[in-house]
């Protein structure tokens, strides 16, 4: 797990832009999986803007959704298919056809399921997942207790979920309490997996991920398995890990390991031809 820890939100906004920006410039890395809430949506807005200075193309890019209420119709204002195409799909060249969702009024839970299991296959898997995380450890809607191997299914949310999404919601009833989700190992089959968290309200949660034990309890502490995890967080959201400066002094050596073994290179090369010299 590469743990990038940045002093502010907007930080970790740029530098997560810069990340996702690489990937979507090569080729097979053009399925995505994303996700919805207010961690993400700085990072759509930074993509939106690089989309206008025509730093990222949508042209060819795939999307999958994580997650989506169960009840809400697909032009309902909290669905997330109305948060993805007001915040990011109307303002870039993405094909309607390459725009994957989950239904929140699908016909047959299980077929629907199913059918995004089978359309992820389809267009090869998700290359680069990208993730917020929930006050309780969850990611996408895995909630504790959702099996560490569970596929897109549906998920009862948790009353403190519930709770954190009321804010969107005029009146209470309206708040969802189901979802359905992509699963824990539908997400681990992503080759690449980027999550964002920023702020003090995910400083257990983020700590449970990185430094806690792998448990379904925190269904974010699977990433611990997965062998390409970058987490970016601001210094509030690293507030509760035991090992910050660690991942500080990684992220510094990191960015001096190219010069470093450029170096060692050269000197190497140096000792070659002082050996061969008469
Ligand atoms: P948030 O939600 O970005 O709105 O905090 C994250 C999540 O629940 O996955």
């Known amino acids: ?78 669905s997330y298919r109305h948060f993805m195409q007001t915040n990011l799909f109307s303002h870039v060249n993405i094909r309607p056809s390459h725009v994957h969702f989950l239904s929140g009024l699908p016909h047959d839970i299980e077929d629907e399921c199913e059918a995004y299991e089978r359309a992820i296959k389809e267009r090869g898997g998700l290359k680069l997942q990208i993730l917020g995380i929930g006050r309780d450890g969850h990611i996408g809607f895995n909630e504790p207790t959702s099996s560490l191997a569970s596929r897109t299914r549906e998920k009862t949310l948790t009353r403190q979920t519930i709770e954190d999404n009321r804010r969107f919601f005029e009146k209470d009833e309206e708040v969802p309490r189901w979802a ?33 034990p792998v448990t379904a309890m925190c269904t974010a502490s699977a990433l611990q398995m997965h062998p390409r995890v970058t987490v970016m967080i601001d210094d509030a959201a690293a507030a509760k890990l035991n090992h910050d400066d660690y991942y500080r002094w990684m992220s510094e050596n990191d960015c001096q390991m190219a010069g470093y073994l450029e170096a060692c290179k050269q000197r190497q090369a140096a000792r070659g031809q002082t050996a061969k010299a008469p």
């Open 1 to 78: 797990m590469n743990v990038v820890i940045h002093a502010s939100e907007e930080a970790v906004t740029q530098c997560a832009y810069g990340f996702v920006r690489d990937r979507m410039n090569r080729r097979h890395y053009r399925v995505l999986g994303l996700p919805t809430g207010s961690t993400p949506l700085r990072l759509y807005r930074a993509l939106v803007e690089g989309y206008r200075r025509g730093e990222v193309d949508f042209a060819e890019v795939q999307t999958f959704n994580l997650d989506e209420y169960l009840g809400l119709p697909p032009d309902h204002p909290q």
């Open 180 to 212: 359905l989700t992509m699963g824990v190992g539908t997400i681990m089959e992503a080759r690449e997996i980027l999550l964002l968290a920023t702020g003090r309200a995910k400083a257990d949660a983020v700590a449970a991920m990185i430094e806690g």
